[in-house]
């Protein structure tokens, strides 16, 4: 079992920025993916980004070229810079932990952190 924590949503501006952050404990392997999920009201938890243990991203088309995923291995974190941020982008933001056998939306879960982005 994993354990993850996140950090730093909030309230900003749009156009503004933000940095999350998520910092895992437990059993962690070295094939895996950790990343980010968001859920805005009324809507699915959708995919934001991803990274392998190999270092390999996937971004959602609506963040490529403002949100950046990046991962320290020895801490065991995983990141979230978010730049020109949209209020399209309000949402409970997830972390997520899976081991690489498992499809993606599967795996352990933090508690989530709001992101609110203001007009």
């Known amino acids: 079992q994993v354990q993850l924590v996140e950090s730093g949503g909030g309230l900003v501006q749009a156009g503004g920025s933000l940095r999350l952050s998520c910092a895992a404990s437990?059993?962690?392997?070295?094939?895996?993916?950790m990343g980010w999920y968001r859920q805005a009201p009324g809507k699915q938890r959708e995919l934001v980004a991803v990274?392998?243990?190999?270092?390999?991203?996937n971004y959602a088309d609506s963040v490529k070229g403002r949100f950046t995923i990046s991962r320290d291995y020895t801490k065991n974190t995983v990141s979230l810079q978010m730049n020109s941020l949209k209020p399209e982008d309000t949402a409970v933001y997830y972390c997520?932990?899976?081991?690489?056998?498992?499809?993606?939306?599967?795996?352990?879960w933090g508690q989530g952190t709001q992101v609110t982005v203001s007009s």
């Open positions: 990274i392998s243990s190999g270092g390999s991203t």
């Open positions: 997520n932990y899976r081991r690489a056998f498992l499809p993606a939306g599967e795996g352990s």
């Open positions: 437990g059993m962690i392997f070295s094939t895996d993916f």
